[in-house]
C-alpha cells in the first residue's frame, strides 16, 4: 500500500485528500518510481475542479522525480536505483508512480 492525494468529487482545494491505495507495479515496458518530487500545474486544478474531464476518484500530477523501485519485462535501461524525471498518466501526487521507461 501507498498514500497518494485524492479527490473524489469535483471542487476547490478542500476536496483534496490522502488516502491510502494500492502501490502500483510496472508492467512489460515500465519502470515503478518511489517519487521524490511531483509537478505542481495549474492544469491540475482544472482536472481538480471538473473543467477538464477526470475519473473518480482522480490523483493530479503528470510528473515526478525520484528513484527507480522495480522494472517490467523487457526494460533494460534505466535500472534499479536510479534517479529519474519522468512523464506519467499514472498520476505523481503519490509515493509511487509507474511510467513507459522510454518517458524516463
Known amino acids: 500500500m501507498m498514500r497518494a492525494v485524492q479527490f473524489e468529487r469535483h471542487g476547490g482545494p478542500e476536496v483534496l485528500q490522502v488516502v491510502e491505495v494500492p502501490r502500483p507495479t510496472p508492467g512489460p515496458g515500465e519502470i515503478a518510481v518511489r517519487n521524490r518530487f511531483a509537478g505542481v500545474n495549474f492544469i491540475d486544478t482544472y482536472y481538480r475542479s471538473g473543467l477538464y474531464e477526470a475519473p473518480l476518484p482522480g490523483t493530479l500530477g503528470e510528473e515526478g522525480v525520484g528513484e527507480v523501485v522495480a ?34
Open 71 to 104: 522494472v517490467g519485462e523487457g526494460v533494460a535501461e534505466p535500472r534499479v536505483g536510479d534517479t529519474v524525471a519522468y512523464l506519467s498518466k499514472q498520476r505523481t501526487y503519490a509515493q509511487y508512480a509507474t511510467t513507459l521507461a522510454a518517458r524516463a
